[in-house]
């Protein structure tokens, strides 16, 4: 069996691209060379961003498999060429000295093997260092996992999340004229509200996966999937393994805010925004009485961004 040499080069921060090969995801990212070539398991590669796990000679992205094409088709018709002048090189001495038949062989041009390294794409931002092994990565978006280990970096994850939701925030009005141009007025503002309505949703799923990370790694036990969706049991769960809560972080003014902005996310997500005597029981928001609709404004998701910040800065101190 024939070995075609195939040279890799990375780009111009020693990033090499690496595609999932899962076909529901094919989620693209990049992976310090050296890190690859020293530290992947050939039997275990994770997706940083479904977690799929492949063997290492999966990960090729459709670039490199055209470009690895390509050289090998140019070995292959180099190969056939010498192969070729060769064989019609025997027949045509075989025939020097033959009185009735003469065969002469000229080789046409030459065709040269060209073995090009497989190169990368353009460079990206944002680059992450596992907290776990060390690999470094570089990805677009969000990830999870780290393709080495498959180390699940909660609290990265939560910090993109919350600065994903607030760029979002700072979109809307822009979202809001493009949609106008595309479907009118009514419906523009009908999509932009409910775009900022999902937002305190989108900050809850974020704090609970954060949370119930870190609670798992100090603890050792895994929480319900809502239990860190209630500001009270929260605090509690933390308190009872740690001996700290949320009011170590946040004044009682915070605590109570933050209790507000979560039962409103309740309402949103379960009860169309509408008020019903359970929200008031659990806020005591003087805002609203029973049937009336929630106003969601911006400000609400920014403050709660704020506490969750601040919130997930001082989980982060636990051990």
């Known amino acids: 069996m ?11 921060n020693g990033y090499f691209d690496r595609e999932c090969p899962n076909e529901n995801c094919l989620y693209r990212f990049k992976i310090k060379l050296k890190d690859w070539e020293d530290k992947i398991s050939d039997d275990e590669v994770h997706c940083p961003m479904c977690g799929h796990i492949d063997t290492s000679d999966k990960w090729w992205t459709q670039e490199q498999l055209e470009q690895i094409q390509e050289v ?8 056939i060429q010498k192969e070729l002048d060769k064989s019609w090189k025997k ?73 994903s939701i607030s760029k979002m925030l700072s979109s809307l009005p ?11 007025d009514d419906k523009a503002n009908t999509m932009c509200r409910g775009m900022l309505e999902g937002t305190l949703g ?60 979560f039962q409103r996310r309740h309402l949103f997500e379960h009860n169309n925004g509408m008020v ?10 003087p805002e609203y009485v029973v049937g009336q609709r929630l106003i969601m404004r911006e400000a609400d998701t920014r403050d709660l961004i704020r506490l969750l910040k601040k ?9």
């Open 202 to 261: 989108d900050c809850m799923s974020a704090f609970q996966k954060f949370a119930s990370c870190r609670y798992s790694e100090i603890s050792g036990s895994v929480v319900r999937v809502n239990d860190f969706q209630i500001v009270k049991k929260g605090s509690d769960l933390f308190k009872a393994a740690t001996g700290k809560g949320y009011d170590d972080w946040l004044s009682p003014d915070e605590i109570d805010d933050l209790n507000v902005l």
């Open 174 to 184: 822009q979202m809001e004229r493009m949609f106008s141009e595309s479907y009118g």
């Open 72 to 79: 090998v088709s140019s070995y292959a018709l180099s190969y």
């Open 91 to 163: 027949v045509a001495q075989s025939t020097r000295n033959n009185k009735f038949i003469k065969i002469t062989y000229k080789p046409g041009k030459r065709i040269n093997f060209i073995n090009n390294p497989i190169g990368q794409s353009e460079e990206w931002a944002q680059e992450i260092t596992c907290e776990h092994c060390g690999t470094q990565y570089s990805v677009i978006g969000s990830a999870y996992f780290c393709p080495c280990c498959g180390y699940n970096s909660a609290s990265h994850a939560f910090e993109e999340s919350l600065d």
């Open 311 to 319: 919130l997930g800065q001082g989980i982060l101190t636990l051990s």
């Open 2 to 12: 024939t070995e075609i040499p195939i040279t890799l080069q990375s780009d111009e």
């Open 276 to 285: 019903d005597q359970q929200y008031l029981d659990k806020t005591q928001d």
